[in-house]
Nanobody, 124 residues
């Protein structure tokens, strides 16, 4: 049974940092991603990392502020978020690409498994 369990969300002030974690279990994946969904908006891509190569890809909104990384022995993907802004407020979801394809996955449809989400709130 595949499980993706996120943690690390919370309430912070603008300019602060947070680190989100996603613990994956149940099978191996090609890549992992982070998405977010703000109230009244569609779920959007944030960052991607390949399990095998460590290759990363970011949404423009995340470049320069967010860093995605993986801890392979622990089967955990991390998202370090610096210089947080109120517009970063959202539920953040971890997702896993089990397609078997070597690709940069940035669309919702590229992912087969999703975590339950963790709330990040940034106050001004």
């Amino acid at each position: 049974q595949v499980q993706l369990v996120e943690s690390g969300g919370g309430l912070v002030q603008a300019g602060d940092s947070l680190r989100l974690s996603c613990a994956a279990s149940g099978r191996t994946f090609n890549g992992m991603g982070w998405f977010r969904q703000a109230p009244g908006k569609e779920r959007e891509f944030v960052a991607y990392i390949s399990w095998s190569s460590g290759r990363t890809h970011y949404a423009d909104s995340a470049k320069g502020r967010f860093t995605i990384s993986r801890d392979t022995p622990k089967n955990t993907v991390l998202l370090r978020m610096n210089s947080l802004k109120p517009e970063d407020t959202a539920v953040y979801y971890c997702a896993a690409d089990g397609s078997g394809r070597d690709r940069i996955a940035f669309r919702r449809g590229d992912y087969d498994y999703w975590g339950q989400g963790t709330q990040v709130t940034v106050s001004s």
